[in-house]
């Protein structure tokens, strides 16, 4: 696509409920990383994958929340047993390859969660 | 750890007037630097990015300076407009893959 899209692009769910948030990279993008940005405050990274390597879960907060990349594309997040402080707008980026060699990531649209 | 120091947190420049947001980074392996812009309500945007064997960087009305020395780097925005209104957002990465971002900058151009 165009760009990187996510779904849904906003989400209220009630306390205790599992949600799932979706990302579909840049086409071609090998690299795709989760971003949590809860309100007013900057980008608290989450997790990161790259082609078929091990993804990089260190940022995830807690063992409530998972993600899995398919076929090296799509990408889905799953937060569990949501929390109120879990409400926040959950970006996803991609990139051609590694940014070490400079390569930009795109960022998507976001999804926002609201948990109430 | 790899940090990233971004003042100041709110600016506020009346039209036609410049803007400056400076950034601070710690790991001395890092070689490239964006910066992002995020309107409300929509994901960050790169804007202007530079990398370490340059020191300035211009596109229109915004440039970005580099001091590898004293790490530091800085967003230049001239004759600011309304629509330059946004939180702007600098990153670092060098060693790794994860790029390190400031805080952010909520800037407002006032008419």
């Known amino acids: 696509g165009a760009g990187v899209s996510q779904s849904p692009s906003n989400k209220v769910t009630e306390k205790g409920k599992d949600v799932e948030l979706r990302c579909d990279p840049i086409s071609g993008h090998t690299a795709l990383y989760w971003y949590r940005q809860s309100l007013g405050q900057g980008l608290e990274f989450l997790i990161y994958?790259?082609?078929?390597?091990?993804?990089?879960k260190s940022g995830l907060p807690s063992d409530r929340f998972s993600a899995e990349r398919t076929g090296g594309s799509v990408s889905t997040l799953t937060i569990q047993r949501t929390q109120q402080e879990d409400s926040a707008v959950y970006l996803c980026a991609s990139s051609l390859a590694t940014p070490i060699s400079g390569n930009t990531i795109y960022f998507g649209e976001g999804s926002w969660l609201t948990v109430v | 750890g790899e940090n990233v120091e971004q003042h100041p947190s709110t600016l506020s420049v009346q039209e036609g007037d410049s803007a400056v947001i400076k950034c601070t980074y710690s790991d001395s392996a890092s070689n490239y630097f964006p910066w992002y812009k995020q309107e409300l309500g929509k994901g960050p945007q790169l804007i202007i990015d530079i990398r370490s064997n340059v020191g300035e960087k211009k596109d229109q009305r915004i440039a970005v300076t580099l001091n590898k020395t004293a790490k530091h780097f800085s967003l230049h925005i001239t004759e600011t407009q309304p629509e330059d209104s946004a939180v702007y957002f600098c990153?670092?990465?060098?060693?790794?893959?994860?790029?390190?971002f400031g805080t952010g900058t909520r800037l407002k151009v006032l008419a």
């Open positions: 990153a670092a990465i060098g060693g790794t893959y994860k790029y390190i």
């Open positions: 994958f790259q082609g078929n390597s091990a993804p990089d």
